[in-house]
């Protein structure tokens, strides 16, 4: 593993969107998950939990997302060429990703304390990112209708009435790694109030 600045990190770490067939080794994907456990977390509770889809495992997960898509109206449930072509392409695209990781915590009925749950699944998902950087491995932070489907949560082994779907990570080693394009002036965004 090449050790990098943290510094250099957050600046080169790429949303990736293409990525090679070669599964991430489940001892190193624990190592990342590990820094990634280091995100500050109120009182200690460490909210994140994880479910990782990988070889077999993903056909079904594919399956629940596809169900999910013809449930909420994205998808067509009907034998029109169009749209079985539109699913196989989808079936294809999603069952070519190595990994995916759905990030998951249990609600909290308190607003403040949901609010403070999902900051620190947040903080856990950029450090995840960041640490998965290190190892050369890529990722992509999704956030999509389906983790807003109670059927696709309860599709997935969760209980929607309980537990809340942060996001779902694509991941792998990358095909290639997207240009830099920037970013805008902080000054922009940044307003100094000193009195």
């Known amino acids: 593993m090449k050790h990098i600045d943290i510094l250099q990190a957050i600046k080169q770490r790429r949303s990736i969107h293409n990525f090679k067939q070669e599964e991430v080794k489940e001892v190193i994907l624990k190592e990342i998950f590990t820094y990634g456990s280091y995100a500050p977390t109120h009182y200690m509770k460490e909210p994140w939990n994880i479910k990782l889809f990988q070889k ?30 539109m699913i196989a392409s989808m079936r294809d695209f999603l069952l070519a990703v190595p990994q995916h990781a759905l990030i998951y915590f249990e609600k909290e009925e308190d607003p403040v304390r949901y609010e403070e749950e999902y900051a620190a699944v947040c903080a856990f998902i950029q450090n995840t990112q960041l640490a998965a950087w290190e190892y050369g491995v890529g990722m992509l932070w999704t956030v999509t209708p389906y983790m807003h489907d109670e059927g696709f949560v309860e599709d997935i082994g969760l209980d929607s009435k309980r537990m809340k779907v942060a996001a779902v990570m694509q991941i792998g080693y990358p095909e290639r790694v997207p240009r830099d394009r ?5 000054e922009d965004k940044l307003e100094i109030i000193s009195e």
């Open 56 to 85: 077999e495992g993903k056909q079904a997960f594919v399956d629940a997302i596809i169900a999910s898509y013809q449930r909420i109206g994205m998808l067509k449930e009907d034998d029109d060429p169009k749209t079985q072509k």
């Open 182 to 186: 920037g970013r805008n002036r902080i």
